[in-house]
């Protein structure tokens, strides 16, 4: 029985963790302005300061879910 539960805890913390991950993904790309999961990865590996939507991404949205995630563990 013990070894069952542990085994469904795993499972619930992968699918929670997955789910996280997701809407972090949307928190970032949803917006007033068009963002692509490209642009996304790019603006994260090689930063352009002259791309608006890398702007948006580093400047407002990352922020942002930096905040949420702070909040939500507090």
Known sequence: MQGRLANRSLW???VLIAVLCGASMLSLYIGARY???DEIIKSFVNY???S???L???TLRWPRLLA??????S
Not at 68 to 73: E, H, L, M, N, T
């Open 48 to 50: 352009d300061s002259n």
């Open 35 to 37: 963002i692509s999961v």
């Open 56 to 58: 948006l991404i580093q």
């Open 52 to 54: 608006i939507g890398e």
């Open 68 to 73: 949420a995630f702070i909040v939500g563990i």
């Open 12 to 14: 619930i913390a992968i």
